[in-house]
């Protein structure tokens, strides 16, 4: 069975993201423009919060399908048994 592409492991795309806009919004900051520094900290806050439900979602789904197979074996064992 071939594994989906599917990881508890930060995206790197979104973790690169994060660091450019963590990068202008000291830029801003530096420039004393904290209008875009407010609006950059927000979304930085914003899409790692995301990330993270990302990958919460992403292990209670690879843990549930586990539990189930592991359920699932159980029950095939207790009726070999029984037989």
Do not use: G, W
């Not at 993270?52 to 690879?62: D, V, W």
């Amino acid at each position: 069975m071939p594994k989906a592409n599917l990881t508890a492991l930060p995206d790197s795309k979104v973790v690169e993201f994060i660091r450019i806009l963590s990068e202008y919004q000291h830029k801003m900051e530096s420039h004393q423009n904290y209008v875009q520094t407010k609006k950059a900290r927000c979304k930085v806050r914003e899409l790692a919060q995301i990330e993270l439900l990302r990958q919460i979602s992403f292990i209670r789904a690879k843990h549930d399908k586990e539990l189930s197979e592991l359920r699932d074996q159980q029950e095939k064992d207790k009726i070999d048994f029984l037989d």
